[in-house]
C-alpha cells in the first residue's frame, strides 16, 4: 500500500463506556470530561463546584455527561460518586483529577496547606480507586491519576503539593501493581504549566508568564485540551500494555535544558 499522509487510524472509542472524572468543574477535569464524551463514553464527574458549564458542553456529543456534586475528601461523597458511576452498569475508567494546590512557607506550612493537600490530593484518588476496585476488575478498566512535574521535582513553599504529588505517583504504580493481574491499568500524567483557574493566580502579570513559557522547551504555557489527550491516551486500548507509568505533559519542562 502506498503510504499516505492521511490519518487512517480511527481515533480511541469510549462509546458504551463509563469514565467517572473528578475535578470535572473546570479546568484539566472538564477538558477530560468533554473529551471522552466526544468520544462517545458516558461521564460521571464528581466536584464540589457546580458543573453547569461542563454538562452544557457535553450536551449534543456522542456521549453524556451526569452531575454529582461530591466532596471528595468525604468518604460518604466518594462512595456514593463511585455508586453513581457504576449504576451505570459498568465503570471502565476513573481519573482522578481534581486537586489543590497551597502556596505557605514551612514555618507555617501546616494545618490547612499540608491536610488539606493531603486529603484531596492523595488520599481521595486512594478512596475513590478503591472503591471502584471491584468495578474495574469487572471490566478490565483503567485509573489515569493527575500528578504534577512537582511530583518529580521541588518547588519551595509548596511541601504539601510536591509531597501529594510524588504520593499520588507511588499509589498509582501501587494500583498497577494489584489490580495488573485482573487486567487494570493504572498510569499517571504529571503536567507542566496548564492555563486553568488554578494557575491563574501564578501568571497574573506578563513577566511571570514569560518567566513560566522560558523554563518550557516548546517555549508556551500548555492547554488542558493538551492533559485530556494523553488522559484519554492512556484510558483507552491504544495503551494496552502501559501500566505503572507516569507520563510528563509539560512541554519539556522538567526534562529539557
Ligand atoms: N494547571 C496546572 O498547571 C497543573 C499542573 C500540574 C498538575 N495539575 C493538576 O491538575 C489537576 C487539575 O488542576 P486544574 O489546573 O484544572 O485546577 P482547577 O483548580 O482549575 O480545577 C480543580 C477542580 O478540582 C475540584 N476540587 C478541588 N478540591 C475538591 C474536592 N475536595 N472535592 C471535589 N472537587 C474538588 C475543584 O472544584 C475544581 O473544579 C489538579 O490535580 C492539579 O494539581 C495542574
Known amino acids: ?6 490519518r487512517t487510524e480511527p481515533e480511541p472509542t469510549f462509546a458504551g463506556e463509563t469514565v467517572l472524572v473528578t475535578g470535572a468543574a473546570r479546568g484539566i477535569g472538564r477538558a477530560c470530561a468533554v473529551r471522552f464524551a466526544e468520544r462517545g463514553a458516558t461521564v460521571v464527574g464528581g466536584d464540589r463546584l457546580d458543573q453547569s458549564e461542563t454538562a452544557a458542553t457535553c450536551a449534543g456529543l456522542p456521549g453524556a455527561f451526569e452531575s ?24 471502565d475508567t476513573v481519573v482522578n483529577v481534581a486537586g489543590i494546590v497551597a502556596r505557605e512557607p514551612l514555618a507555617t506550612h501546616d494545618g490547612e ?22 468495578h474495574l476488575r469487572t471490566t478490565g478498566g483503567a485509573v489515569v491519576n493527575v500528578s504534577s512535574i512537582y511530583g518529580q521535582i521541588g518547588a519551595a513553599e509548596r511541601a504539601g503539593y510536591v509531597s501529594t504529588k510524588a504520593g499520588v505517583e507511588g499509589l498509582t504504580r501501587a494500583l498497577a501493581a494489584e489490580l495488573g493481574e485482573d487486567g487494570v491499568r493504572a498510569n499517571a500524567v504529571a503536567p507542566g504549566f496548564i492555563e486553568t483557574p488554578m494557575t491563574e493566580p501564578y501568571a ?39 501500566t505503572g507509568e507516569t507520563v510528563l505533559v509539560d512541554g519539556g519542562r522538567a526534562t529539557v535544558e
Request: aromatic share 6%; proline share 7%.
Open 68 to 91: 454529582v456534586t461530591a466532596d471528595v475528601t468525604d468518604p460518604a461523597a466518594v462512595e456514593a460518586l463511585v455508586e453513581r458511576a457504576a449504576d451505570t452498569g459498568r465503570v
Open 1 to 6: 500500500m502506498e503510504p499516505t499522509d492521511e
Open 204 to 242: 497574573e502579570d506578563d513577566a511571570a508568564r514569560e518567566r513560566f513559557r522560558e523554563r518550557a522547551a516548546l517555549k508556551r504555557l500548555g492547554d488542558p485540551e493538551e492533559v485530556a489527550s494523553v488522559v484519554s491516551f492512556l484510558a483507552s486500548d491504544d495503551a494496552s500494555f502501559v
Open 113 to 134: 496547606p499540608w491536610e488539606r493537600s493531603v486529603a484531596v490530593n492523595l488520599t481521595a484518588p486512594f478512596r475513590i480507586a478503591r472503591e471502584a476496585a471491584p
